[in-house]
């Protein structure tokens, strides 16, 4: 029987996006996910994603149900929101968890996590992440192939493996009338909710580590990482961190070379008990 890996998708990028990673994880792991986080009614996005986190516990629960095993634990990875996701579901259940692979997600902790609360209570945050665009965001296309053009046009996207850009575009933005005309799948308030709910008490709660083992993959040219830093990550993932070239979208623009140090990492983990 294979591991189970949990995957939990980034904001505004449905999990179905990151299939050229799961292709590649697939010979050695069964993945699971849910396809859209934060669009269940009964997982509200509020202030530090309390809910969603129960989202994930939850879609874990049912497989846990389900798997021909008693209570088997499985592999949490996830990337930006996911990757968070994943570490406060450890934290919550770590009895149910292998371990936990970060993609791009610092750990925001110590003064920075006081000014994320101040700026969140004054609304600075909304102009100091992608919330303020995520406003306004597009949502309509007359065809797969304008929706194609369109995120080629931009500099972020062109950055993309190719088969993660169809991908995103078919799951992401699928046709929803019998014209071709194309809609966003992530609902852009859900989208800008997330942003502006950021936990700030993640770093106060792992002040004494983490109760299962933690990888850490960052991108090179990472803004997060940048303005986040690394030094409450390197606490609770020690030597497993690794660096991927490319922006805090490096799965995207890296999938195959991405699934490579997910493996690693997983394979660096002491087994569980």
Request: hydrophobic residues 40%; proline residues 6%.
């Amino acid at each position: 029987m294979k591991d189970i890996i949990h995957f939990s998708h980034a904001n505004g990028f449905p999990a179905s996006t990151y299939r050229t990673i799961f292709a590649e994880l697939s010979d050695e792991y069964e993945v699971r996910g849910i396809e859209r986080i934060g669009h269940d009614a009964r997982f509200p996005v509020t202030r530090d994603w309390p809910y969603l986190v129960d989202q994930l516990i939850d879609d874990m629960s049912r497989y846990r149900r389900e798997a021909d095993v008693d209570h088997p634990k499985v592999w949490l990875v996830g990337h930006s929101l996911g990757g968070y996701l994943s570490l406060m579901a450890a934290l919550k259940r770590p009895e149910w968890v292998k371990g936990v692979v970060m993609l791009d997600s610092p750990v925001i902790a110590g003064w920075k996590s006081g000014l994320l609360r101040v700026t969140q209570w004054t609304g600075l945050d909304e102009r100091l992440s992608p919330a303020a665009a995520t406003r306004k965001r597009r949502t309509q296309w007359a065809s797969r192939d304008e929706a194609w053009r369109h995120f080629l046009s931009k500099p972020a996207f062109a950055r993309w493996d190719e088969r993660m850009l169809s991908d995103y575009i078919d799951f992401g933005i699928p046709q929803t009338h019998a014209n071709g005309a194309r809609s966003l799948a992530f609902d852009r308030h859900v989208e800008y909710l997330i942003y502006r709910t950021l936990p700030h008490t993640l770093g106060a709660r792992l002040a004494h580590g983490a109760p299962v083992p933690v990888g850490f993959v960052a991108g090179t040219h990472s803004r997060e990482v940048r303005q986040v830093g690394l030094a409450m990550t390197r606490r609770i993932a020690g030597a497993r961190i690794e660096w991927m070239e490319g922006s805090h979208l490096f799965p995207m623009e890296r999938p195959i070379d991405t699934a490579r140090a997910v493996q690693r990492l997983l394979k660096s983990m002491p087994a569980p008990c």
